[in-house]
């Protein structure tokens, strides 16, 4: 059976977690388009984005590390990114009740 992915989107300053969200899930695919709308209202700045990919009952599919200061935001952003194994999470971030993401300061990831 086919997972119905979700994605969990942290934004990361000095490896600690500031914020968190995370999307509904799609439905049963392994080419998730996630059209959902996720906002921080923290400062962005010297951040970056740890975003996990995940299946049901919580299996790991995928993560990126976004680096915020490469994007241009001042307009809609839409892109590919390629997602990296469980073994790319290092250096994760505290994050309280539910663990933390990681990356390997790779970019990549699609959402």
């Given amino acids: ?3 119905a992915p979700y994605v969990k989107v942290y934004l990361v300053k000095n490896r600690k977690m500031v914020a968190k969200c ?4 799609a439905r049963r695919t392994l080419d998730p388009l ?3 709308v996720l906002q921080f209202q923290e400062n962005f700045k010297g951040c970056q984005l740890h975003v996990t990919v995940w299946g049901d009952k919580k299996s790991f599919m995928g993560v990126v590390q976004i680096v915020l200061d490469d994007v241009d935001l001042s307009s809609t952003v839409m892109g590919w990114y390629k997602l990296f194994n469980e073994c790319s999470l290092i250096n994760l971030p505290n994050a309280k009740g ?3 993401p990681g990356g390997s300061g790779h970019p990549g990831s699609h959402h």
């Fill in 98 to 100: 539910g663990g933390g």
């Fill in 1 to 3: 059976m086919l997972p």
């Fill in 22 to 25: 995370k999307t509904h899930p």
């Fill in 34 to 36: 996630f059209q959902q």
